[in-house]
């Protein structure tokens, strides 16, 4: 009889792949000889794959808190910019003035103000005055500060790094207070964003570690930074972002991305897709060698594959796996394990 072996490549269990022929076993003895070798469980972990899309971490508009026209935007569509760079000046007009006179009123008033507290301490002076002249000078400085505020406000600065995505208005263009002088982009860190099924979400915790690859064919590391708590009522799906380094603003929004998100881990064998086999009823599983020589059909699932076998699930942490002459053997059936070939059927990495 003809049996097949197919080679894999994991841990320290890989059969390769040879045709090989067995001594019929019933005319040696009552007991069938097949061949198997120790399969070892490891620890896998699962990976669930979502599709999404790379966006902005965050997108701002940024506006005008003082009313003027405006006489310089260096802050041009398309260019990136430093957190604390001019994006858009507003004319002073009598502000620079109105700041100036602030600050002789203060200089003024603390001058009354230090005179009162000189008479004071000699009793020349009433503590209701002094208490005036405190009161005052409390209100030069609130009035100073409003008029430094309304001057350093006619510079509109980038609140954060990122890129200028479109401005709103052009020199010569008067601004009120709340007006968009232009739309900032942050693009490093970059967002990830994709939809998970209800049945998953339970399974994603903040700080996993996911990697993510472009349809540019880059990959990246990034972590879960958000996890959503409602879902989209028609889809029933909810929204899960990671977040990647993007340095120098390479990687732009928009981009198609696959996610391998990690949601647990599980004992897996790695083995031959030969050694499967299917029972009476059609269940998928694999024949091994109990602890009585004796033949076991165990189901399996099939957890992935890749071109070194596939990972199945459902096995006891070590096994005997029959590798040859699976199908000539029952359930229940006495064997002898012919172990004579292993160190050529097993590879070790």
């Known amino acids: 009889m003809t049996l097949w072996v197919f080679s894999g490549e994991w841990s320290n269990s890989i059969v390769e792949a040879d045709e090989l022929s067995l001594e019929d076993p019933q005319s040696v003895s009552n007991t069938a000889l097949v061949r198997a070798v120790q399969s070892e469980a490891e620890t896998r972990t699962l990976f669930l794959d979502v599709r999404g899309q790379t966006a902005a971490n965050r997108m701002v508009q940024v506006k005008s808190e003082v009313a003027g026209k405006i006489i310089d935007l260096p802050g041009e569509k398309g260019f990136f910019v430093n957190k604390g760079d001019l994006l858009c000046r507003v004319a002073e007009d009598s502000r620079r003035a109105e700041y100036t006179q602030a600050l002789a009123e203060l200089e003024s008033a603390k001058l009354e103000h230090d005179g009162f507290v000189d008479l004071n301490k000699k009793g020349l002076q009433s503590g209701i005055v002094l208490a005036k002249a405190r009161a005052a000078l409390e209100e030069s400085r609130t009035q100073t500060e409003n008029a430094r505020l309304a001057l350093m406000k006619t510079e509109i600065t980038a609140p954060f790094n990122g890129v200028v995505t479109s401005q709103q208005a052009e020199v010569g263009d008067y601004l009120s207070p709340g007006s968009v002088c232009v739309s900032l982009m942050e693009v490093d860190p970059m967002l990830v964003a994709g939809r998970v099924a209800e049945k998953n979400i ?100 099939i957890a992935d594959e890749n ?17 040859v002459g699976q199908e000539e053997v029952s359930e229940g059936q006495l064997v002898s394990i012919d172990y004579s070939l292993l160190n050529s059927l097993v590879t070790t990495p």
């Not at 909810?238 to 949601?263: D, K, S």
């Not at 071109?307 to 590798?323: E, F, H, Q, R």
């Open 202 to 301: 339970g399974q994603i915790s903040l700080e996993d570690e996911v990697s993510v690859q472009l349809i540019t064919g880059e990959r990246h590391i990034g972590r879960v930074s958000f996890v959503g708590h409602a879902p989209d009522d028609r889809t029933r799906t909810y929204p899960v972002e990671v977040t990647i380094n993007n340095p120098g603003a390479l990687i732009r929004t928009g981009l198609t991305a696959e996610m391998q998100v990690p949601v647990g881990a599980e004992k897996v064998h790695l083995i031959s897709p030969a050694s499967l086999v299917l029972d009476d009823v059609g269940s998928v599983g694999v024949r091994i060698v109990d602890g009585d020589s004796r033949v076991r059909f165990m189901p399996v699932t």
């Open 307 to 323: 071109p070194a076998g596939i990972w199945v699930k459902g096995l006891p942490a070590s096994v005997d796996l029959i590798t």
